[in-house]
């Protein structure tokens, strides 16, 4: 098979949201996808640019992303985030995962972060494994922590009520 690897384009942003709303499916939350293709558009290709996207094209179609962003280590100092890595499920094991994975380290090894991280659910082992064959440390003793739009709302209303 052959397929090449990309930055993304505005016009990549419907294909993208495909490709997200399939791993949502995957991950057992179709419904938790809120994210649009005017917000992709806006977020990624308008400044501030709040992510990068790499994509995996096979036949003039998009197949594959990883998607990043910057963040700082308090510890480590500069690093990126992978937000995910989706492979199209009809072309897993084609070595797809592999090349946007080596397009993400080949980014972060540029830009000198200090480190790459990402999460991954913890019954994903074809995933894990994965990760792991690639030198990724699991770190399986962290958990990962969300405060959602709700929550937000709810602490911003006990601020208020505390008088904070």
Not at 53 to 58: K, P, S, Y
Not at 98 to 125: F, M, P, Q, S
Request: with cysteine.
């Amino acid at each position: 098979m052959t397929f090449s690897i990309r930055e993304a384009t505005k016009n990549d942003m419907p294909r993208v949201l495909e490709l997200i709303t399939e791993l949502a499916v995957f991950e057992k939350e179709p419904d938790a996808v809120e994210v649009t293709v005017e917000i992709l558009q806006k977020r990624g290709f308008e400044d501030p640019k709040q992510f990068l996207c790499f994509v995996a094209e096979c036949d003039g179609i998009v197949e594959g992303i990883a998607l990043v962003y910057n963040r700082f280590s308090t510890w480590k100092g500069p690093i990126i985030h992978l937000e995910d890595l989706i492979v199209s499920q009809t072309k897993r094991g084609t070595g797809m995962g592999t090349a946007l994975l080596d397009e993400v380290v080949k980014y972060g090894h540029r830009l000198g972060v200090k480190r790459i991280c990402w999460e991954v659910i913890d019954w994903n082992e074809p995933a894990i494994n994965f990760y792991e064959k690639k030198g990724a440390d699991v770190k399986r003793d962290w958990d990962v922590v969300h405060l959602d739009e709700d929550g937000i709302k709810n602490y911003i209303e006990h601020i208020k009520n505390a008088g904070i």
